[in-house]
Every structure is written in structure tokens, then in C-alpha cells.
């Protein structure tokens, strides 16, 4: 485990509306606003063109090739994320969501791009005093967060 200590500092409500997209929207806030280090909650509704990565298609491999599930209707979402910039100082937003539909569920990651339906709400929690930025693993290709 790896570990830093920061502080809360300012705090943003966000209403995304139709045609809004996830994690774009977030990411050109944070941008726009210089938001280094933040948690971010969204909670609404999602377009059925929206999509998650759902999982790698196998457990272990050379290459991680994510499975990518297309929603296929309007659902409820909530989802929770970080911000941290990437190695040039680019906010990158890392968020899994939740998404429902007449009983059932879909959970995954945004990054495949989250069309808000009819409203999403967003939280930006600042976190002030860590120097922590997301660095490319080569073996996975991830950007993992590095302190």
C-alpha cells in the first residue's frame, strides 16, 4: 500500500445535462478550473448509447483487451471516481459507475464515454496538498496513480 495525507479544499456541484458526456465533461472542469487532486460523485441518468468497461477478457494476459458493454437503455447511475493528472499534468478522471435498469445492473468503468440522460449531478471534492499524478504501467498500460 502507498499512501499520502491531503486536505479538502474547494468544493464544486456540477448539473451535467443531455448531451453532456462523462468523463469529458469532468475532465474539461477540472482542466478549466485547475483541479489537480480531487474524489468526484456522479449521480443521474444515463444515455442508452452509453458505455463501460466491464472487465478484461481474460484474468491474465500479456495484453489487458477490455470487454466493453454498451448499455443498451436509459439507466440510473451513480458512480464515484479520482482526479489526478497524468505525467504532462493533464487531468485524467478514473470512474467506476453503477448503472440500473428494471431491476437490473451494470458496473464498470466510464472512460468509454457516459452520455448524461435528462440530468447528472456532480461533486468535485478538491483535494489540496497531494502531489500525487498517474504514470503509464507498460505492462498493463494503465495509468496508475503514483505518489
Not at 466493453?68 to 470512474?95: K, Q, R, S, W, Y
Request: hydrophobic letters at 40%; a negative charge.
Amino acid at each position: 500500500m502507498r499512501y499520502n495525507e491531503g486536505n479538502v479544499g474547494r468544493i464544486f456541484t456540477l448539473r451535467l445535462e443531455s448531451g453532456d458526456r462523462l468523463p469529458d465533461s469532468v475532465v474539461d472542469f477540472a482542466r478549466d478550473h485547475k483541479v489537480r487532486s480531487a474524489m468526484v460523485m456522479y449521480v443521474g441518468g444515463a444515455e442508452a448509447t452509453s458505455r463501460l468497461v466491464v472487465g478484461p477478457e481474460e484474468n491474465r494476459g500479456e495484453d489487458v483487451i477490455p470487454l466493453v458493454h454498451a448499455l443498451g437503455g436509459i439507466c440510473e447511475m451513480v458512480a464515484m471516481g479520482t482526479i489526478f493528472p497524468d505525467e504532462e499534468g493533464n487531468p485524467v478522471l478514473h470512474m467506476h459507475a453503477a448503472a440500473g435498469r428494471d431491476g437490473g445492473a451494470t458496473v464498470g468503468c466510464v472512460r468509454p464515454g457516459v452520455d448524461v440522460w435528462l440530468v447528472g449531478e456532480v461533486i468535485i471534492l478538491e483535494i489540496e496538498g497531494i502531489e500525487g499524478f498517474r504514470k503509464k504501467d507498460p505492462k498493463t498500460g494503465f495509468q496508475l496513480l503514483q505518489f
